[in-house]
């Protein structure tokens, strides 16, 4: 596997990571040591999973595109759990 196919892999990983530990922070189903890190990480890791998806764009377009409209959807999510917090507990 070359450099950018697993550029690729891991720029549609990465949100999907991100989006499983969000729900298991809603859920509660497994306990982990990170309170409300899972909120945080889209914000962090998704313009890294955006840089990989243009990295390996001429040699998997697919995967690449899959990378960058996953990794667009899940940067907004932290901004969105902040305002709905505010608006909705007053914080």
Known sequence: MNV???AAVFSI???IISAILIINFFTGFMSIPW???PVFFPLLLSPIGIILA???I???KRCAVYGIV???IMFPFPFFWFI???LLFGV
Do not use: E
Request: hydrophobic share 40%.
């Open 4 to 6: 950018k196919k697993a």
């Open 13 to 15: 990983t990465i949100p």
């Open 54 to 56: 243009f990295v390996s």
């Open 70 to 72: 996953l990794n667009a």
């Open 84 to 86: 709905g917090g505010a």
């Open 35 to 37: 309170q409300g890190m």
């Open 58 to 60: 001429k040699t998997n």
